[in-house]
């Protein structure tokens, strides 16, 4: 409850069978849950994603043919109410899909999104674009370095090709109202400019130069 007090009104019973690495609310109060599960309150044959309902249970009606093959670490609720999905799994409903997916609804993967091969590496930040497009961060390598941008069919952002990108792991990823990045992580360099854990980009993908660090 909102004093902090245990809400007897959320029962999710036995719960997920392995770790929960996301919670995402939807606008209608259904609770999206990724992670390492097969199995939320008895029911089995969940791989790694789940919906639940505002009181907790099961939401039936969330159905994945088979789900992923791997960790999906989270997902992102899109404007047209599809689910943008992403982790280390390389497959999601018995079709090839390198750490990132867009689901329909309920939960069956929606086949317009043809994102080829994508990422070579794990997947650990995703947030949609004001035109409906993605950025997507993590430890891979291709397409980009630990950042990439793909259009809402799951082609590459031209705007984004060839851009150097970071030295190290994109952990997070925040957009501001003027459509520049606050991008965090283990960094320490974007192309030839040194920066330390945090930079902010442009929309088309390079250095904003006007925001800067001091000290070490």
Do not use: H
């Given at each position: 409850?909102?004093?902090?007090?245990?809400?007897?009104?959320?029962?999710?019973?036995?719960?997920?069978n392995?770790t929960?690495?996301?919670?995402v609310?939807?606008?209608?109060?259904?609770?999206?849950?990724?992670?390492?599960?097969?199995?939320?309150?008895?029911?089995?044959?969940?791989?790694?994603?789940?919906?639940?309902?505002?009181n907790?249970?099961?939401?039936?009606?969330f159905?994945?043919?088979?789900?992923?093959n791997?960790l999906?670490?989270s997902?992102?609720?899109?404007?047209?109410s599809?689910?943008?999905?992403?982790?280390?799994?390389?497959?999601?409903?018995g079709?090839?899909?390198?750490?990132a997916?867009r689901?329909n609804?309920?939960?069956?993967?929606?086949?317009?999104f043809?994102?080829?091969?994508?990422?070579?590496?794990d997947?650990d930040m995703?947030i949609?674009?004001?035109?409906?497009?993605?950025?997507?961060?993590?430890?891979?390598?291709?397409p980009?370095?630990?950042?990439?941008?793909?259009?809402?069919d799951?082609?590459?952002?031209?705007?984004?090709?060839?851009?150097?990108?970071?030295?190290n792991?994109?952990?997070?990823?925040?957009?501001?109202?003027?459509?520049?990045l606050?991008v965090s992580g283990?960094?320490?360099?974007?192309?030839?400019?040194?920066?330390k854990?945090i930079?902010?980009?442009?929309?088309d993908?390079s250095l904003?130069?006007?925001?800067?660090?001091?000290?070490?």
């Amino acid at each position: 409850s909102s004093d902090g007090s245990l809400d007897g009104a959320f029962n999710p019973g036995t719960g997920a069978n392995n770790t929960v690495t996301g919670i995402v609310g939807q606008p209608d109060g259904n609770i999206i849950l990724t992670g390492w599960f097969s199995a939320f309150a008895g029911s089995s044959t969940l791989n790694f994603i789940a919906r639940i309902l505002p009181n907790g249970s099961l939401d039936g009606s969330f159905t994945p043919t088979s789900g992923a093959n791997g960790l999906i670490s989270s997902a992102v609720i899109l404007s047209d109410s599809k689910i943008l999905v992403f982790g280390t799994f390389t497959s999601y409903d018995g079709t090839a899909k390198n750490r990132a997916a867009r689901l329909n609804s309920n939960g069956t993967l929606d086949a317009t999104f043809v994102n080829g091969t994508f990422a070579n590496s794990d997947i650990d930040m995703a947030i949609e674009k004001n035109n409906g497009d993605y950025f997507f961060g993590g430890n891979f390598t291709t397409p980009g370095n630990y950042i990439a941008c793909l259009n809402t069919d799951g082609t590459q952002d031209s705007e984004y090709v060839g851009k150097s990108g970071f030295n190290n792991s994109v952990f997070g990823i925040s957009k501001q109202s003027d459509g520049k990045l606050i991008v965090s992580g283990n960094f320490t360099q974007y192309g030839n400019f040194s920066r330390k854990f945090i930079a902010r980009l442009n929309a088309d993908g390079s250095l904003d130069q006007t925001f800067t660090q001091t000290g070490t």
